[in-house]
């Protein structure tokens, strides 16, 4: 593993369904978030964390529930899916302090029906 | 709440053509900024940072920014784009001691051969 590797890479999913969105760093990073792009929107915060054991709810966290069990693991569940959460979701990670870069993942292309 | 502007949403160029995208940040103190791209079909990467020092920052590919604390802004600029620039570019910002970003909405850039 290089970097942060997300899964699966795209998903159909049907609405009322839970789906769990995985991210893996292998960076030692303490910081994790997960974003969702939605053309003109850009992106937007769903929920992070800044060490493991804790996390905090972003500026979209309705419907998205995370965990952080360990560094390197920040998995982001959908526990019933709505059309409205077709989107890209990216997760990143980085150094908590404020003059780190984030490193981002490949990205889930999520598709609710 | 602190926020992020980028006015140019799309901006269509020609090849040689010379580059600048708008960023705007809210006061709040110390502030570190940043500029990602997000070429075709892929993740965000890093184009370059700013954190403290000479304010013309240059990134990679030919980037460069410049932080004029004055007017609250980070503009990307390029002498001259390829057609390889093609991409979204998004700004961000951190405040105090922060680890959270703020992105945002993106710039398209569409640079026909």
């Known amino acids: 593993i290089a970097g942060i590797t997300q899964a699966p890479t795209s998903q159909i999913l049907a609405a009322g369904r839970r789906m769990t969105l995985r991210c893996t760093q292998d960076?030692?990073?303490?910081?994790m978030y997960w974003y969702r792009q939605d053309l003109g929107l850009g992106l937007r915060l769903i929920h992070y964390s800044n060490t493991a054991g804790t996390t905090g709810k972003g500026e979209v966290p309705d419907g998205y529930s995370v965990s952080r069990a360990n560094t390197d693991d920040f998995p982001l569940t959908l526990a019933s899916a709505v059309p409205s959460q077709t989107s890209v979701y990216f997760c990143?990670?980085?150094?908590?302090?404020?003059?780190?870069?984030?490193?981002f993942g490949p990205g889930t292309r999520l598709t609710v029906l | 709440a602190q926020s992020v502007s980028q006015h140019n949403h799309h901006v269509i160029l020609s090849e040689a053509a010379s580059l600048e995208l708008g960023c705007n940040y809210s006061y709040g103190g110390t502030v570190n900024l940043f500029w990602y791209v997000q070429y075709p079909g892929q993740h965000l990467q890093l184009l370059l940072k700013?954190?403290?020092?000479?304010?013309l920052v240059k990134g990679i590919k030919g980037f460069e920014a410049e932080f004029i604390k004055s007017k609250f802004s980070f503009n990307l600029r390029k002498p001259s784009v390829q057609w390889s620039d093609t991409a979204e570019y998004f700004c961000?910002?951190?405040?105090?001691?922060?680890?959270?970003?703020?992105f945002g909405r993106g710039t398209s850039l569409i640079v026909h051969p």
């Open positions: 700013y954190f403290s020092g000479d304010p």
């Open positions: 961000a910002a951190r405040w105090g001691g922060s680890y959270i970003p703020t």
């Open positions: 990143a990670s980085s150094d908590s302090n404020s003059v780190s870069e984030q490193f």
């Open positions: 960076m030692r990073h303490n910081a």
